[in-house]
């Protein structure tokens, strides 16, 4: 083996795992009367819920993959200058859906010209009309239509959006990025790190190293400055992880070096956690809202044996069909992450509301689980017919 497939199963698994968790933790949300284990803990609490763990492994996926998906294009022939236009056009398209999405949060549902649930549906719909994976029979002028008809319905929604209440007035502003534009934030250093460092390990170890030890200095009160673009280096910082896990889960493969795999896999996941665990005290404990050094590490040895468990089953047992069902949130994974925001908005439209009973305890729960379903099915729905977002 001289290299591996394009598509590494087991990271579409992992990524269509943890795409069904993220939908069912946040359906899960507004379910009240739920085990504490499995919402997300307090900002200001030292602790750590299931519905914490699941940002951090998306960030450490889109890690995992980036190699893959930058190593196919040098080998196509993709000159660097190209490879970097292509890293600035994916971060942008990120972190313009996470400012629209962010937006929504704060939208003046009694003065805006819209009603939310309306103007939710149409920002989701001018993403699809601008980054959707368009067919490569479809002629160019159409397509180009199609995108600018989606360019001018997102700036015509920005300049009708009223945020704020009527008494304080605000206009669109980055609160907050969202969890797609820190995902685009994170993307755009990460991957200009791993393409100017020719996928040297060392240049990458050092990275991740000088990224986590930004992250340790903010949460220790050792660094007193807000570094814009990287913040306190949490997103980043696991994002560079999931690079070296690649890179090293690929050198391994090839080498067929079985063996040093298991070893070294189950070693950095336990090193990981145990850092965390030591770093915790000092470092301001785990809390997944402060993005603190315990939580950062914590989470990444956990999504590092579960990645393991995971080439297990996928890889070297060729049982990817146990995860069939939810396949599609694997491959189209950002069509399901908008996909919710037109369903609840098609709930609210239609005056729908689940029972009581659906939205307490056990019954809650089974109805996220049920949601997460929902939405995959959907999105299954649409790939069939060649409909995803593709940035």
Not at 194 to 216: C, D, E, P, Q
Request: hydrophobic residues 55%; charged residues 10%.
């Amino acid at each position: 083996m001289n290299a591996l497939p394009k598509r590494i199963l087991s990271i579409d698994v992992l990524r269509a795992v943890t795409m069904f968790l993220m939908i069912f933790v946040n359906d899960v949300a507004g379910v009240s009367h739920i085990p504490d284990w499995i919402k997300h803990t307090e900002a200001n609490e030292d602790g750590m819920g299931f519905s914490d763990i699941i940002f951090s492994a998306f960030l450490f996926i889109v890690g995992l993959s980036m190699p893959f998906a930058l190593q196919n294009r040098i080998k196509k022939g993709n000159s660097l200058p190209s490879n970097a236009f292509y890293i600035l056009l994916r971060s942008l398209a990120l972190i313009v859906m996470g400012f629209f999405q962010v937006n929504l949060e704060n939208y003046d549902r009694s003065s805006a010209l819209l009603p939310y649930p309306v103007y939710t549906i149409l920002i989701t719909i001018s993403f699809f009309l601008i980054w959707l994976a368009y067919p490569s029979t479809m002629s160019k002028t159409k397509k180009n239509l199609l995108i600018i008809a989606g360019v001018i319905l997102l700036a015509t929604l920005a300049f009708f959006y009223k945020g704020g209440s009527a008494t304080h007035p605000e206009g669109l502003k980055p609160h907050w990025w969202g969890i797609l534009g820190i995902i685009g934030w994170a993307y755009l250093v990460s991957a200009f790190v791993y393409l100017l460092s020719k996928r040297n390990m060392l240049v990458l170890a050092i990275a991740f190293t000088l990224f986590a030890g930004i992250n340790i200095a903010t949460h220790t009160g050792n660094l007193n400055i807000h570094l814009w673009i990287i913040g306190d280096a949490s997103a980043v910082t696991l994002m560079l992880a999931g690079i070296l896990i690649a890179e090293l889960y690929e050198k391994l493969m090839i080498q067929k070096k079985y063996l040093d795999f298991w070893v070294l896999f189950n070693f950095y996941g336990l090193l990981a956690i145990a850092f965390g665990m030591f770093i915790r005290p000092y470092a301001g404990g785990i809390s997944k809202i402060y993005a603190t050094p315990a939580w950062v590490f914590v989470c990444m040895g956990i999504t590092i044996l579960v990645f393991e468990i995971i080439i297990y089953i996928v890889d070297f047992k060729g049982k990817s069909n146990l995860f069939k069902a939810i396949k599609s949130a694997g491959t189209s994974t950002l069509t399901c992450y908008v996909t919710p925001y037109i369903i609840y908005s098609l709930f609210s439209l239609l005056h729908f509301q689940f029972p009581h009973f659906l939205s307490v305890g056990i019954g809650g729960i089974l109805r996220s689980i049920a949601m997460a379903f929902l939405v995959i099915i959907t999105v299954s729905f649409l790939e069939k017919r060649k409909i995803r977002l593709k940035v």
